[in-house]
């Protein structure tokens, strides 16, 4: 099969496993949302791809739902799922993808050996992808919260001052909850994820790279 034919179809299919991971979640008592693997499995295929390859699955997905197809969590679909406040994270998928694959860069037969160095790449390819993921969802949950007044009982439950209830909590108090309701309680599972995301990498890559990539095996032992 032509390579060009055969890398387009493993990218719909990647695209499609990141649209059913949405639909997974696993309850876990502390974790109001659950734990769910759709962010990890798009940095996953991000860091197998590689280079600018690596955000094509992920850009398909979030583009197919920006369009109307019915992809996201709950089944939702349009451009109307970007203007709730989790639309951040669905940007974020894209953006997360493309910083794992441009920082992993492209995947190569070569690495079937492994080294210090590539463990350390994959890695950080790895966590900052995750980290970059959840950027946009700042700049959401500070324009949705920013400009809300909260009651006594819900500062208290944040840490906040009560007597701001019923005031504007502005841009501090925005991200003060973005970080202690969004992103604190999800930070070490999310380290667990991107852990088992760079021990499937460092493993499959090289395969990958064989299959879909102009790479040969002479190319590797000479380098």
Do not use: H
């Not at 099969?1 to 499609?16: D, E, P, T």
């Not at 739902?65 to 709730?84: N, Q, R, T, Y």
């Not at 406040?85 to 993808?97: F, L, P, Q, S």
């Amino acid at each position: 099969m032509n390579k060009n034919v055969l890398r387009s179809s493993i990218i719909a299919f990647l695209a499609a496993i990141i649209c059913v991971t949405g639909f997974i979640r696993i309850m876990v008592p502390g974790l109001q949302s659950g734990i769910v693997i759709q962010n990890a499995m798009c940095i996953l295929t991000a860091v197998l791809l590689g280079g600018l390859w690596g955000v094509a699955p992920s850009a398909l997905f979030f583009f197919a739902g920006v369009i109307g197809l019915p992809v996201f969590a709950g089944w939702k679909g349009g451009f109307s799922v970007l203007m709730d406040i989790n639309g951040g994270y669905r940007i974020g998928w894209v953006m997360g993808a493309l910083t794992a694959g441009l920082i992993s860069g492209s995947a190569s037969v070569a690495e079937k050996k492994t080294t210090v160095k590539y463990v350390i790449r994959l890695s950080i390819a790895v966590f900052a992808g995750m980290l970059a993921l959840y950027l946009p969802e700042v700049f959401y949950v500070i324009g949705y919260k920013s400009s809300q007044a909260f009651d006594a009982a819900t500062l208290e439950k944040l840490g906040m001052d009560v007597s701001l209830a019923g005031q504007q909590i502005g841009v501090a108090g925005a991200l003060k909850i973005f970080f202690s309701m969004f992103f604190a309680p999800f930070l070490l599972v999310d380290s667990i994820k991107a852990v088992l995301v760079i021990l499937l990498s460092i493993k499959i890559r090289p395969i990958v790279a064989q299959y879909l990539f102009d790479s040969s095996e002479k190319q590797s032992e000479a380098e």
